[in-house]
């Protein structure tokens, strides 16, 4: 028998920012890690205002995590210390794997016009947190896309969803990402299957969907994280406008978290020891 996530929790985020002043909403925020575990960070940027992004997040360290970066809409060039270099534009992802350690800067490349966007980390388990930097950019057209009969459009950006493999794969957090698109003219439903004791949470960028829970159907309105329970499988949404959304998912690691920063380890001795390194040079 099938059975159906309920929504456990709304979440609007905390308006905050981060860099060289970007503005941003943090909707996974450190007191839900262990909720959302393998996820440790959700930021949702988007302005029309150049003076809320332009500062960007120049040269950073990152350790012990993946960092996915999602372009709604603008452009990002991003270089890092492993000698990477990229730009991000609409509709691509950055994959970033900091294992290790790498510095790096997200850089916006426009001046004016509107930026939009999210930022995830996604913990990497205890035994690849020292693993080599990994990077990838994943261009608009190398997403897999799916249009259902019904009209809407499924983006895979990691996992699989609808028979279809998404641009990323990891066997042990095993995400999915998903960015769903409702058509504009008529009420449409859409079901996805997550192993029940993954953690599953999704983010109403535009518009408004309902769903329709084991036990109750709940709205989430247009800026809202709502957090999925894990006694069922099935997410099943329903939304009646152009709604779009973002799905996530992924397999709980269970080992200690510990952050300080842009450092992500399972111990305090771990952390000292990144900033030690960091401190030294080691990330360059
Ligand atoms: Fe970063």
Not at 223 to 231: D, G, P, R, T, W
Request: include cysteine; hydrophobic fraction near 35%.
């Amino acid at each position: 028998m099938k059975t159906f996530r309920d929504v456990e929790r709304i979440i609007k985020g905390q308006a905050t920012s981060d860099g060289d002043g970007v503005k941003l909403t943090r909707l996974l925020t450190q007191d839900l890690q262990k909720r959302l575990d393998p996820f440790l960070m959700l930021d949702a940027f988007g302005s029309d205002e150049a003076t809320d992004y332009v500062g960007g997040f120049p040269d950073h360290p990152h350790r012990g995590f993946e960092t996915v970066t999602y372009m709604l809409e603008g452009k990002m060039r991003h270089q890092d210390s492993a000698g990477n270099t990229g730009l991000l534009e609409d509709g691509g992802v950055q994959w970033m794997t900091a294992g290790k350690g790498v510095i790096h800067s997200e850089m916006p490349e426009q001046k004016e016009g509107r930026m939009s966007g999210f930022q995830l980390w996604l913990n990497l388990p205890s035994h690849q947190k020292m693993c080599s930097p990994w990077y990838k950019d994943i261009q608009r057209n190398e997403i897999p896309e799916k249009t259902l009969p019904n009209g809407i459009t499924i983006r895979v950006i990691a996992g699989e969803s609808l028979n279809t493999l998404g641009a990323v794969q990891r066997e042990v957090t095993q995400p999915l990402f998903l960015d769903i698109h409702f058509p504009e003219d008529k009420s449409s439903s859409f079901e996805q299957f997550i192993a029940s004791e993954h953690n599953a949470f999704l983010y109403v960028y535009h518009g408004e969907v309902s769903v329709d829970g084991q036990s109750k159907i709940q709205a989430v309105r247009s800026k809202e994280m709502a957090i999925l329970s894990n006694k069922a499988e099935f997410v099943a949404i329903t939304a009646n406008a152009k709604t779009k959304l973002i799905l996530i998912s992924g397999a709980p690691l269970k080992e200690n978290i510990v952050q300080y920063g842009p450092f992500v380890m399972n111990t305090k001795e771990e952390i000292i020891k990144a900033v030690e390194d960091f401190r030294n040079g080691e990330f360059a």
